[in-house]
């Protein structure tokens, strides 16, 4: 089951006014959230630059989070785990490991898009779980859909199951749409900072993100190196959209001429320490976007 979305173009997101939903990539992972305003035309081209935009035909999107010792696939009870059925091509549903016994495991319901995945017992489902260090990867098949005390399923034990470790600070492609502001100080070349409040803010791209930094793309001519930068956008995790503003500096020079992206300089930005939540966030983003883009070859 995959979330109905309906591709958009240029003439049906009104500029300069208040978006009326969440724009949303071809994958369905939000760019834009609704009641944002894209600025103007060149920052509406930056928006389509990438590909296809969307938003949802009538739902949301869902997901869950994580929590002690290690079960027999290496994953901690309270994992997020991401599911669907064997041969299905479409987006995870997501669930939570909830428990172990000898020769299985107990999970939550998975959900997609606010519904219960359509699923029976005697199902091959595929799985996924980040364990912190690595991706795991194995089937399994529901032996026992139960409904008291509360909706979870029995699975069997897990074959075929794969590994795939994880670099710490990975980065993840995405395609966030964020508010970038510097000082007008530096802007102007002035010799103080202003107030944030005082800065003025253009859209941006953010085209890959990690919990160290983002590679940003802009419309104007990109910050010089060493610049103060503040990004304001929101993402979804655990199935909520969550707006956060992290502080940084431009660490990577406005990338030479080069035809393709003449019109949108990118650069990179290096964020600052990152409060807990703005860390627990990115981390959250980061997990759940690579166990949506690992690979189950089994």
Same mark, same amino acid.
């Given at each position: 089951?995959?979330?109905?979305?309906?591709?958009?173009?240029?003439?049906?997101l009104p500029?300069?006014?208040? &978006?009326?939903?969440?724009?949303?990539?071809?994958?369905?992972?939000?760019? &834009?959230g609704?009641?944002?305003?894209?600025?103007?035309?060149?920052?509406?081209?930056?928006v389509f630059?990438?590909?296809?935009?969307?938003r949802?035909?009538?739902?949301?999107?869902?997901c869950?989070?994580?929590?002690?010792p290690?079960?027999?696939?290496?994953?901690?009870v309270?994992?997020?785990?991401?599911?669907?059925?064997e041969?299905d091509a479409?987006?995870?549903?997501?669930?939570?490991?909830?428990?172990?016994?000898?020769?299985?495991?107990?999970v939550?319901?998975?959900?997609l898009?606010?519904r219960?995945?359509?699923?029976?017992?005697?199902?091959t489902?595929? @799985?996924?779980?980040?364990?912190?260090?690595?991706?795991?990867?194995f089937?399994?098949t529901?032996t026992a859909?139960?409904?008291?005390p509360?909706?979870y399923?029995?699975l069997?034990?897990?074959?075929?199951?794969?590994?795939?470790?994880?670099?710490?600070?990975?980065?993840?492609q995405t395609?966030?749409?964020a508010? @970038?502001?510097?000082p007008?100080a530096?802007?102007?070349?002035?010799?103080?900072?202003?107030?944030?409040?005082t800065a003025?803010?253009?859209?941006? @791209?953010?085209?890959?993100?990690?919990?160290?930094g983002? @590679?940003?793309?802009?419309?104007?001519p990109?910050?010089?190196?060493?610049s103060?930068?503040?990004?304001?956008?929101?993402?979804?995790?655990a199935?909520f959209?969550?707006?956060v503003?992290l502080?940084?500096?431009?660490?990577?020079?406005?990338s030479a001429?080069?035809?393709?992206?003449?019109?949108?300089?990118?650069?990179?930005?290096?964020?600052?320490v990152?409060?807990?939540?703005?860390l627990?966030?990115?981390?959250?983003?980061?997990?759940?976007?690579?166990l949506?883009?690992?690979? &189950?070859?089994v």
């Open positions: 089951m995959q979330t109905a979305m309906i591709q958009l173009t240029p003439n049906d500029v300069g006014h208040p &978006l009326p939903w969440s724009l949303l990539d071809g994958d369905g992972n939000l760019m &834009l609704s009641g944002n305003v894209i600025p103007d035309a060149r920052d509406l081209a930056l630059h990438h590909g296809a935009v969307c949802e035909d009538d739902g949301a999107d869902a869950d989070d994580q929590c002690a290690a079960g027999p696939v290496g994953l901690q309270g994992t997020l785990l991401h599911i669907k059925h041969g479409s987006r995870a549903a997501a669930s939570r490991l909830i428990g172990f016994v000898e020769h299985g495991m107990f939550t319901w998975p959900q898009a606010g219960d995945l359509p699923i029976q017992a005697g199902d489902l595929l @799985l996924r779980g980040f364990s912190g260090q690595a991706i795991h990867s089937t399994s529901i859909v139960c409904r008291s509360f909706r399923l029995v069997s034990a897990p074959v075929s199951q794969q590994r795939t470790p994880v670099r710490k600070a990975e980065r993840v395609r966030l749409a508010y @970038l502001t510097q007008e530096e802007v102007a070349g002035g010799t103080e900072a202003q107030d944030d409040d003025v803010a253009r859209l941006a @791209l953010l085209s890959d993100i990690s919990t160290g983002a @590679l940003v793309q802009t419309t104007a990109a910050p010089a190196p060493g103060r930068v503040q990004l304001r956008f929101k993402m979804r995790t199935s959209d969550s707006e503003t502080d940084g500096w431009v660490r990577v020079a406005p001429a080069g035809q393709e992206d003449s019109n949108f300089p990118s650069f990179g930005v290096a964020f600052d990152l409060g807990e939540r703005e627990t966030l990115l981390q959250l983003f980061v997990y759940e976007q690579l949506s883009n690992a690979r &189950l070859s």
